[in-house]
């Protein structure tokens, strides 16, 4: 089964400045990826997610991920945080046979004033 | 409005005892899963459910049992075997054995007083 590497436990920024958080995962064969967002005390809801197709992925919120495939990685980024932006964020993979869904361990993003 | 709803939100238990945690979804999605939530490690798999009468284990299913009777319902029973239960547990379910997108509950907080 494929693991998720996400590579900052935490990663502080100011309103309105630029924001990456990374994510490796463990193969390169045919994967899922996706990323998601969970706020206090909530379940997970979809930010983006890579299928197929073109590697640039747009998803709600402004958010953006790019998969490399010769880097093993799914990076998300945003030019402009706000506030509301401080949440936890799992990238996620899900491989064949079986689909199962695997996790990494988040990255908490705290947005300053 | 469809969706994946959990149940209870607070969970305590006393050591010792087994303690069953809902989970159903109306979305008519063929598969379901359990999650584990501790800080700083991610989501980890217990179990999950490809089809009705049908679930494999996850990475850490010692403790856990689950049954899936009906498509639409996924409980999760933390037996006494468990040795550190106290954590949050959240349900999830995808269209199919093809995992596009997870959906979530809301997620349990399950404490051993």
């Known amino acids: 089964a494929q693991s998720v590497t996400q590579l900052d436990s935490q990663v502080p920024v100011f309103e309105e400045a630029p924001v990456e958080l990374r994510c490796n995962y463990s193969?390169?064969?045919?994967?899922?990826l996706f990323w998601y967002v969970q706020y206090p005390n909530q379940g997970l809801q979809l930010l983006l997610k890579y299928l197929s197709g073109s590697t640039l992925v747009k998803g709600i919120n402004g958010f953006e991920a790019e998969f490399n495939k010769s880097q093993t990685s799914f990076h998300l980024r945003k030019p402009s945080v706000h506030i509301s932006d401080t949440a936890e964020y799992f990238c996620?993979?899900?491989?064949?046979?079986?689909?199962?869904?695997?996790f990494g361990a988040g990255t908490r993003l705290t947005v300053k004033p | 409005d469809g969706g994946i709803t959990q149940s209870p939100k607070y969970l305590f238990r006393k050591e010792g005892q087994n303690v069953t945690l809902s989970c159903e979804q109306n979305?008519?999605?063929?598969?379901m899963y359990w999650y584990r939530q501790d800080p700083g490690q991610g989501l980890r798999l217990i179990y999950y459910s490809q089809i009705v009468n049908d679930f494999q284990k996850g990475d850490i299913a010692e403790g856990y049992s689950v049954s899936r009777e009906k498509k639409e319902s996924f409980p999760l029973t933390v037996t006494s075997a468990q040795k550190n239960p106290t954590a949050f547990y959240l349900c999830a379910s995808t269209v199919g054995q093809m995992n596009t997108e997870a959906f979530f509950g809301q997620g349990t907080r399950l404490t051993v007083v």
């Open positions: 996620a993979v899900s491989d064949p046979p079986d689909y199962d869904m695997r």
């Open positions: 193969s390169s064969v045919s994967v899922y």
């Open positions: 979305l008519n999605h063929d598969a």
